[in-house]
T-cell receptor
Framework: RKEVEQDPGPFNVPEGATVAFNCTYSNSASQSFFWYRQDCRKEPKLLMS???SGNEDGRFTAQLNRASQYISLLIRDSKLSDSATYLCVVNMYSSASKIIFGSGTRLSIRP | DVKVTQSSRYLVKRTGEKVFLECVQD?????MFWYRQDPGLGLRLIYFSYDVKMKEKGDIPEGYSVSREKKERFSLILESASTNQTSMYLC???????????????FGDGTRLSIL
C-alpha cells in the first residue's frame, strides 16, 4: 500500500460546480498535512495547510480525519483557473526527511 | 513572500558531463531539499539538508551529490550525467530545527534538465 494515495482523476467538472478530493495516508504517526496545487510544467505551490479542526480559505475547505486517516479538499463555485493538479502532502513524525507527496489529482474545469 | 530561486529554467547537457544545479532561498530557512519529478512517478526526494554542511540522502541519491556551504544556497551535482537523469528538478526550502519540521515547503520554479 502506498504511504499517501490520491485518486489520479482526471476530474472534469463544469464551472461553478463543487468538487471534492480525498487523500488517504497509511501512517497513523503522521503529524502535519498540506494541499498544494501544481499547474502544468510549473512548480507546486502551497494551497493550504490542513488543521485538525478543519480550515477554510475562501472557496477552499480542507479537513482532516485522523480516525480514518484521510484528508480532504473541497472546492466550491469552481473557476476555470482552478484547473490544475492537486497534491496531497503528509509529514510523518514531523521529520523533514519524511515528507511524502501524493501523485496528485488532476482537475479540469470546463466552461 | 518566500523566494526560492533556481539558477536555470532549462538546461541541456551531454552524457558524461558534470552538471551543477543551484538553488538560493531568501527566508533563512534551515531545511533545503532537492527533488526530481517525472510523469507517473511524482516527486521523489534526492537529498535534503537541515543545516550548513549537513545532508541526508533521500529516496534516490544514486548519481547525485549535494553541497551546502552557506545557509541560503543548496547545490545539486550530477557527477557524470546520464540520459536517465533527464527530468524536472525542483528545489524547496522550509523552516525546521535539525531534522524536525512540520512546516510547509516552498518550491523554486524548477529546472528542466535534458541529457543528450
Amino acid at each position: 500500500r502506498k504511504e499517501v494515495e490520491q485518486d489520479p482523476g482526471p476530474f472534469n467538472v463544469p464551472e461553478g460546480a463543487t468538487v471534492a478530493f480525498n487523500c488517504t495516508y497509511s501512517n497513523s504517526a503522521s503529524q502535519s498535512f498540506f494541499w498544494y496545487r501544481q499547474d502544468c510544467r510549473k512548480e507546486p505551490k502551497l494551497l493550504m495547510s490542513v488543521y485538525s479542526s478543519g480550515n477554510e480559505d475562501g472557496r477552499f475547505t480542507a479537513q482532516l480525519n485522523r480516525a480514518s486517516q484521510y484528508i480532504s479538499l473541497l472546492i466550491r463555485d469552481s473557476k476555470l483557473s482552478d484547473s490544475a493538479t492537486y497534491l496531497c502532502v503528509v509529514n510523518m513524525y514531523s521529520s523533514a526527511s519524511k515528507i511524502i507527496f501524493g501523485s496528485g489529482t488532476r482537475l479540469s474545469i470546463r466552461p | 513572500d518566500v523566494k526560492v530561486t533556481q539558477s536555470s529554467r532549462y538546461l541541456v547537457k551531454r552524457t558524461g558531463e558534470k552538471v551543477f544545479l543551484e538553488c538560493v532561498q531568501d527566508m533563512d530557512h534551515e531545511n533545503m531539499f532537492w527533488y526530481r519529478q517525472d510523469p507517473g512517478l511524482g516527486l521523489r526526494l534526492i537529498y535534503f539538508s537541515y543545516d550548513v554542511k549537513m545532508k541526508e540522502k533521500g529516496d534516490i541519491p544514486e548519481g547525485y551529490s549535494v553541497s551546502r556551504e552557506k545557509k541560503e544556497r543548496f547545490s545539486l551535482i550530477l557527477e557524470s550525467a546520464s540520459t536517465n537523469q533527464t527530468s524536472m528538478y525542483l528545489c524547496a526550502s522550509s523552516f525546521g530545527q535539525r531534522t524536525y519540521s512540520n512546516q510547509p515547503q516552498h518550491f523554486g520554479d524548477g529546472t528542466r534538465l535534458s541529457i543528450l
